[in-house]
C-alpha cells in the first residue's frame, strides 16, 4: 500500500534533480557566452593597447618544485619590502608627531 508514496517520492526527486540540473546548465552556458565575450574584449584591448594580456595564472598544485621556489622566494622579497615600507611610514608618523610635540 505504500509502494506510491515510494513513486512519488523518487518521481519529486528526479523532477527535483532535472530541475536543478537544468538551472546549472543555463548558468553555465551564460558563464561561457559571458567568458568569451571578455575573452574578445581583452584581445581588442590588447590590440588597443599593444600590451600583450597576462599570462593565465597556474595553479600551484601543476607548478614545477623550481616555480614554487621561485614563487615562495618572490613572496618572501614582497613581504620584506612591505616591511621596510611599514616601518618607514612609522618612523615617519613618530617625527611627525614629536615635530608636533605629541610624543
Known amino acids: 500500500m505504500t509502494w506510491w508514496l515510494w513513486l ?6 528526479l523532477v527535483t534533480f532535472t530541475l536543478i540540473g537544468l538551472h ?3 548558468r553555465g552556458k551564460a558563464l561561457l557566452t559571458e567568458m568569451q565575450a571578455l575573452s574578445e574584449l ?3 584591448l590588447a590590440a ?3 600590451a600583450e594580456p597576462p599570462a593565465p595564472v597556474e595553479p600551484a598544485y601543476l607548478a614545477s618544485p623550481a616555480a ?4 615562495r622566494e618572490q613572496r ?3 613581504l620584506r619590502e612591505r616591511g621596510r615600507r611599514r616601518s618607514a611610514r612609522a618612523a615617519a608618523a613618530v617625527s611627525r608627531w614629536q615635530r608636533l610635540g605629541l610624543r
Do not use: S
Not at 8 to 13: G, K, Q, R, W
Not at 68 to 71: D, F, V
Open 8 to 13: 512519488l517520492l523518487v518521481l519529486a526527486a
Open 42 to 44: 581583452g584581445e581588442r
Open 24 to 26: 546549472l546548465w543555463r
Open 68 to 71: 614554487l621556489a621561485e614563487a
Open 76 to 78: 618572501r622579497e614582497n
Open 48 to 50: 588597443v593597447t599593444g
